[in-house]
């Protein structure tokens, strides 16, 4: 009987020859998929696009991820698959520039979330709306992943739903601080010192003793204490190692 390579695209993990790697195959007639022979488990790559799919997994593999990638057009030919070869460790669903609505596409995710489970289930998107990214998490999604990424920042995305953690793009983030109306923290505005006090102040920061900083200032220590008395209520600070410090974190306008 002859034995064809599978649709579901193999790549071997690192450290194992091409050649040595086993195939998941069927039977010429259509029969059942092998099964693998690695505990380890494998990320299902789901792309109903065919060159995107294996080029994709072969990025993949050559980054060196740590896992098998068995590539799927759709959830229809993983299930097939899955009566033999199991659960995969992490889905990979490359949603792209999607035309479908949105709605649709959430309908479509929450039904391979359920079908794949207990698989982390991770979405390669173009769509960065925040409202959107929610709707994947709230059906169960463990990271949303942008197309302009690298690939090794896609593997460690995997990675990090595989071991549970949850994986949302920075721009999706800002969007919500944005939508919120919370800026940025501003720094704090230049306090206005004397050159006196800047000169004391800056001493201060360098830990130096009132005797050692009138000596280098050509002023008596009774003097001293005063600007570091002034120095204080302007930071509102209660001692000189508070001042230190604050004067260590913000600029002086003399």
Same mark, same amino acid.
């Given at each position: 009987? =002859?034995?064809?390579?599978? !649709? /579901?695209?193999?790549?071997?993990?690192?450290?194992?020859?091409?050649?040595?790697?086993?195939?998941?195959?069927?039977?010429?007639?259509?029969?059942?998929?092998?099964?693998?022979?690695?505990?380890?488990?494998?990320?299902?790559?789901?792309?109903?696009?065919?060159?995107?799919? %294996?080029?994709?997994?072969?990025?993949?593999?050559?980054?060196?991820?740590?896992?098998?990638?068995?590539?799927?057009?759709?959830?229809?030919?993983?299930?097939?698959?899955?009566?033999?070869?199991?659960?995969?460790?992490? @889905?990979?669903?490359?949603?792209?520039? =999607?035309?479908?609505?949105?709605?649709?596409?959430?309908?479509?995710?929450?039904?391979?979330?359920?079908?794949?489970? +207990?698989?982390?289930?991770?979405?390669?998107?173009?769509?960065?709306? $925040?409202?959107?990214?929610?709707?994947?998490?709230?059906?169960? @999604?463990?990271?949303? &992943? +942008?197309? =302009?990424?690298?690939?090794?920042?896609? &593997?460690?995305?995997?990675?990090?739903?595989?071991?549970?953690?949850?994986? &949302?793009?920075?721009? =999706?983030?800002? /969007? @919500? !601080?944005?939508?919120?109306?919370? /800026?940025?923290?501003?720094?704090?505005?230049?306090?206005?010192?004397?050159?006196?006090?800047?000169? @004391?102040? %800056?001493?201060?920061?360098?830990?130096?003793?009132?005797?050692?900083?009138?000596?280098?200032?050509?002023?008596? %220590? /009774?003097?001293?204490?005063?600007?570091?008395?002034?120095?204080?209520?302007?930071?509102? #600070?209660?001692?000189?190692? %508070?001042? #230190?410090?604050?004067?260590?974190? $913000?600029?002086?306008? !003399?």
């Amino acid at each position: 009987m =002859s034995v064809d390579i599978a !649709r /579901s695209h193999f790549i071997p993990p690192l450290g194992r020859h091409q050649d040595d790697a086993p195939l998941v195959a069927r039977s010429g007639n259509g029969g059942p998929y092998a099964p693998l022979d690695d505990d380890e488990g494998y990320v299902a790559l789901i792309d109903k696009r065919m060159l995107e799919r %294996e080029c994709l997994a072969h990025s993949l593999e050559f980054h060196r991820i740590d896992r098998k990638i068995l590539t799927f057009s759709d959830l229809a030919e993983w299930r097939t698959a899955s009566r033999t070869i199991g659960a995969p460790s992490a @889905v990979l669903f490359n949603a792209g520039n =999607s035309a479908v609505a949105p709605q649709q596409l959430v309908a479509e995710i929450a039904e391979l979330v359920d079908a794949m489970a +207990p698989a982390a289930v991770v979405i390669l998107s173009d769509n960065h709306d $925040i409202n959107v990214i929610l709707n994947f998490i709230g059906v169960g @999604v463990r990271g949303c &992943i +942008p197309s =302009s990424v690298s690939i090794d920042v896609c &593997i460690q995305a995997i990675s990090l739903a595989i071991a549970g953690g949850r994986f &949302i793009p920075a721009s =999706s983030l800002l /969007s @919500v !601080r944005d939508l919120l109306g919370i /800026s940025t923290q501003q720094s704090a505005p230049p306090l206005s010192f004397t050159d006196r006090q800047s000169a @004391v102040a %800056e001493a201060l920061r360098c830990g130096k003793a009132n005797k050692a900083i009138a000596s280098e200032l050509n002023l008596c %220590e /009774s003097t001293i204490k005063v600007h570091i008395r002034n120095i204080m209520k302007k930071l509102g #600070a209660t001692n000189r190692t %508070e001042v #230190a410090c604050k004067i260590g974190s $913000i600029a002086i306008q !003399r």
